[in-house]
């Protein structure tokens, strides 16, 4: 951060008082800048034995796979979003069963929440997001062509799940 978002002059990175982080406080109007992480939500349909997947349409790892999902917007809920993330993907509706997985990658300053879905119709169809879209089931996934590694995360824990007959929520994190 460069330049403070209120007065538009510049900030310095300094510590602040009572905090225990240096923060980014404009050096004009003194408006200390918190930044957060990104919470990117989404939601695993599932339809029968097999579960939905995108291929993605747009950057980054285009071409590849993954749970629908994306970043939340300003004045929804993380369930609202995964619902909504899903319709931009897939054009398909969705109800949410239950959280699946809280997944942290903390170099790139995002969450990630995934939830479990019932698929309530086979009408996907291709969006600008997703340039296949397609039911598959364990056998057919392929690993090697996961986008990111949440997805992953969130595939392999569904399956496990559903051979052990259990559902919880699981909590992973990435470090490179």
């Known amino acids: 951060m460069k330049f403070c978002s209120k007065c538009g002059h510049k900030v310095t990175l300094k510590a602040v008082e009572d905090d225990h982080r240096q923060r980014f406080v404009c050096d004009n109007c003194e408006t200390i800048h918190y930044q957060n992480p990104n919470i990117v939500t989404g939601a695993l349909p599932i339809w029968e034995d097999k579960v939905l997947l995108c291929k993605r349409g747009i950057p980054p790892r ?22 909504r993330e899903v319709y931009e993907e897939t054009l398909s509706k969705i109800v949410l069963t239950g959280l699946h997985m809280v997944y942290s990658i903390p170099r790139i300053n995002q969450v990630y929440m995934h939830f479990l879905a019932d698929l309530q119709a086979l009408d996907f169809q291709i969006t600008p997001e997703s340039t296949e879209i397609r ?28 051979k052990k007959g259990i559902r919880k929520v699981h909590l992973g994190r990435f470090d490179w």
């Open 62 to 83: 285009e071409g590849y796979w993954n749970v629908p999902g994306g970043y939340m917007e300003n004045g929804e809920s993380v369930e609202e979003g995964a619902i």
């Open 135 to 162: 039911l598959f089931t364990e056998e057919e996934i392929p690993w090697d062509d996961i986008a990111f590694p949440s997805s992953k995360f969130t595939l392999k824990r569904y399956f496990e799940d559903r």
